[in-house]
T-cell receptor
């Protein structure tokens, strides 16, 4: 079936490095994508979103890139900090009824 | 503060004993949804509601019921809980299905 997935289940970086978390989606009709951060014991927290009419969107220290040709989504975190350690999920909107979530990438930041 | 509030945060119950997990949002959102989160399976949608009195099944609705009598509340009902419903549950709300969701803090349910 159609699903959203992530390339790597874990990513380890040093404090101050830039992090890139990748996600592949399979439904070319999806038109809305979101990245969420989930810290231990908490609910998912919205980071940034992007619609399919855009290729790139920037927030504070984060950038989301969307490549519709290869159905790929990425989240870039600049100057990664220990507080960025969490599980990151991408999600896509299909048919305007529900977000479908990928299984998550665990980001570990060491100082 | 804009938020989604779930109660209880933790619940241990026995098989077959009906329970309700409450969810309330103060953002006047029309769209609300319930997800369960299990290791290795990620977040899976149970039920969602596009507006008052409008609900529909998600990917894993078996064993659950919901109601949406008022815009702010979207309770999740387990009529006869079973151990395979042991999970972490999240309620979420949004302006619409294709906008970012705000999630509650979660309810960790254990059915023994």
């Amino acid at each position: 079936g159609e699903s959203v997935g992530l390339h790597l289940p874990t990513l380890s970086v040093q404090e101050g490095d830039n992090s890139i978390i990748n996600c592949a989606y399979s439904n070319s009709a999806s038109d809305y994508f979101i990245w969420y951060k989930q810290e231990s014991g908490k609910g998912p927290q919205f980071i940034i979103d992007i619609r399919s009419n855009m290729d790139k969107r920037q927030g504070q220290r984060v950038t989301v890139l969307l490549n519709k040709t290869v159905k790929h989504l990425s989240l870039q975190i600049a100057a990664t900090q220990p507080g960025d350690s969490a599980v990151y999920f991408c999600a896509e909107n299909q048919a305007g009824t529900a977000l479908i979530f990928g299984k998550g990438t665990t980001l570990s930041v060491s100082s | 503060e804009a938020q989604v509030t779930q109660n209880p945060r933790y619940l241990i119950t026995v098989t077959g004993k009906k329970l309700t997990v409450t969810c309330s949002q103060n953002m006047n959102h029309e769209y609300m949804s319930w997800y369960r989160q299990d290791p290795g399976l990620g977040l899976r949608q149970i039920y969602y509601s596009m507006n008052v009195e409008v609900t529909d099944k998600g990917d894993v609705p078996e064993g659950y019921k919901v109601s949406r009598k008022e815009k702010r509340n979207f309770p999740l009902i387990l009529e006869s809980p079973s151990p395979n419903q042991t999970s972490l549950y999240f309620c979420a709300s949004s302006l619409a299905a294709n906008y970012g969701y705000t999630f509650g803090s979660g309810t960790r349910l254990t059915v023994v």
